[in-house]
């Protein structure tokens, strides 16, 4: 295709495709300790200094124990929710949560997903809520982390998915 609009491909650049650059570096030919020389010079001048030594299994394990320590209050907040709601299984839905200015800190400005919208809100907690989870099953959703969530998924859109498949 590129011939056909006179180019040369003598006179491109050879550059391995997305994904196949780590080939270029071999250990033996010590391009990997001038990598790593490049990348620590990079990183003095940008001052980002900050490694994770965690590993994917400590933060899964991190995340379950943050959940398991709140799973009574959460059924508690979720017997409350459907109590609220219709008989036909599906939980109300009246718009997003209000707002107010007793609400829980780690609450404010979360994205909120439902069925057919999304929107932006700072749910307000009851005095009895300890987490922030808590708050957002009271009020139909529930947070994608456990401890400091900034997106939430509705209990209905849950409920949906699940009678689907």
């Not at 940008?46 to 709140?70: K, M």
């Amino acid at each position: 295709m590129m011939a056909d609009y006179g180019m040369d491909f003598e006179m491109l650049p050879h550059t391995a495709p997305p994904g196949e650059e780590g080939l270029e570096f071999s250990h033996a030919g010590g391009e990997h300790e001038a990598f790593e020389g490049l990348a620590s010079q990079i990183a003095e001048i940008s001052g980002c200094r900050y490694t994770d030594h965690r590993t994917r299994h400590d933060r899964t394990e991190n995340q379950t124990a943050h959940w398991d320590i709140q799973i009574d209050l959460l059924i508690n907040a979720y017997l409350d929710y459907r109590s609220r709601s219709t008989e036909n299984g599906m939980p109300t839905f009246n718009g997003p949560p209000s707002s107010s200015d007793t609400q829980c800190l780690s609450l404010s400005n979360i994205e909120l997903i439902d069925l057919f919208q999304r929107s932006r809100s700072s749910p307000q907690s009851l005095p009895s809520h300890k987490y922030p989870n808590e708050t957002l099953i009271y009020h139909g959703y529930i947070g994608r982390t456990p401890m400091y969530p900034t997106v939430a998924i509705s209990l209905r859109t849950l409920a949906a998915y699940h009678q689907i498949h």
